[in-house]
């Protein structure tokens, strides 16, 4: 029998967390980021994902920032939208996700285009100033960005790590290059999902702007 693991929470999850700290390069994030990203390597179980993150150095103060304003998520999938933990969030913010709106199916057909783009389309009207985050559809990623050239409405920080071969490597590429100054988050090439993605919330959701600190759990 197996007797040298350990047995309680406490202990894995302050051991878990220094082998992330000892084995991630995280030399070149600023600290914010690095609390997100620490985050995602746990969800990933992979310390090299860190290395295919690529961010804008003020992503994680504005998603914050507009979190505390009372800002929406919006959610590209329901395990996004179930994955983040409601208790953190600093202002009882709505987490929102269309998927299951049984209208889509015949949006899309119509349209030419996935559900996921047609959900997309139903976030105009609360678009402005909000967190964006995508982990599962790339075309939610490619269609935010024709939605926001051909409105000029801007979300403050799109948290984009959908995984996939089709289009994921694609779509968060574009988001990097994006021109309209959105601030992002993203793990490049085609590893991301829900888990990284709703890890990079939850950590981003409960930092505390002022003291630069996050919780635990």
């Not at 992979?46 to 919006?74: E, K, M, Q, S, Y």
């Not at 949006?107 to 100033?129: C, F, N, S, Y």
């Amino acid at each position: 029998m197996v007797t040298g693991y350990l047995r309680t929470g406490e202990e894995i999850y302050e051991e878990s967390f220094r082998i992330i700290r000892a084995e991630t390069n995280l030399a070149r994030f600023p600290a914010d980021v690095s609390r997100a990203v620490v985050r995602m390597v746990h969800a990933a179980g992979a310390t090299d994902i860190a290395d295919d993150v690529a961010f804008t150095p003020n992503v994680v103060a504005a998603a914050n920032a507009a979190l505390r304003a009372g800002a929406p998520i919006l959610c590209d999938s329901s395990m996004v939208a179930t994955g983040i933990i409601v208790s953190r969030l600093p202002a009882d913010n709505e987490v929102v996700c269309h998927i299951k709106d049984p209208a889509l199916a015949e949006v899309a057909a119509a349209k030419g285009i996935t559900k996921t783009m047609a959900a997309v389309d139903l976030w105009l009207p609360r678009l402005e100033g909000a967190v964006v985050a995508v982990g599962n559809a790339p075309t939610a990623l490619f269609r935010l960005l024709e939605l926001v050239g051909e409105t000029g409405v801007k979300p403050a920080a799109v948290i984009g790590i959908p995984v996939g071969f089709v289009g994921a490597a694609e779509s968060k590429e574009a988001l990097a290059a994006n021109p309209y100054g959105l601030d992002y988050l993203v793990v490049r090439g085609r590893r991301g999902g829900s888990a990284v993605t709703v890890a990079a919330v939850n950590a981003i959701a409960s930092t505390d702007e002022l003291t630069n600190t996050s919780r635990q759990g």
